[in-house]
């Protein structure tokens, strides 16, 4: 079950983090992956962490946010391998802040990413699924759900994203293409570390536990939690599910009162 065999999936974020959790997990269920990524180091690691076989993964260097680079970088997966089988949009930003505080550059920067990067990663490979059918899977966020403090134009963009999977998973059934979006709650990433280290020097651990206790489950996900959730809706075993959204959240959006 669950296999990838000669599936062709690009992943966008996919050198850290749960990009990268997806990456390793859909290679070594048999998918060529390609991580598209700005961050060589992360990017190269980990797909130099990928056997060859069965599976193996190829870093393209490419800003989802700039279309001209899409554009050429999913051509040239498109012409390598004759069809696009699965796309993870899965790149993006976080931003902390509310109405007032949130500058016009955040936002278009938030918007540019994680909105407009969607759509380009989308539009580009569409020619390439359109003629044998396909799966999209695009990283929404429980902050698209649920009311979030200080976290004003994250959520609008991540509610874009979810809005953006329903109209795509309508528009483009009848050539068999799926499209739905999963909604992590809080993941233990190294942002979340990174993001810690700089906003509370010294309280690193207490930061992180407090975090944790805010999902009902009483912690962070694990990012190959995610991926595996991810792996079956790009399997062939979720060929009945399109135009849904799973939050993954260890109860957050259901059970915190």
Known sequence: MFSLKDKTAVITGGGSGIGKAMSVLFAKQGAHVFILDIDDKGALETAGSIPGGSGKAVYKKCSVAVKEEVDTV???IGSEKGRIDIVINNAGI?????TENTQPADMEKLIAV?????????QAALPF???HGGVVLNLSSIAAMVGLADRFAYSMT???VAAMTLSFAKDYMAHNIRCNCIAPARVHTPFVDGFLKKNYPGHEEEMFKKLSATQPIGRMAKPDEIAALALYLCSDEASFITGCNYPIDGGFTTLNS
Do not use: P, R, T, W
């Open 74 to 76: 999913i051509q040239q």
């Open 94 to 98: 976080a931003h902390v802040g509310n």
């Open 114 to 122: 994680n909105i407009k990067g969607v759509y380009h990663v989308l």
């Open 129 to 131: 699924m359109k003629e």
């Open 158 to 160: 991540k509610g874009a």
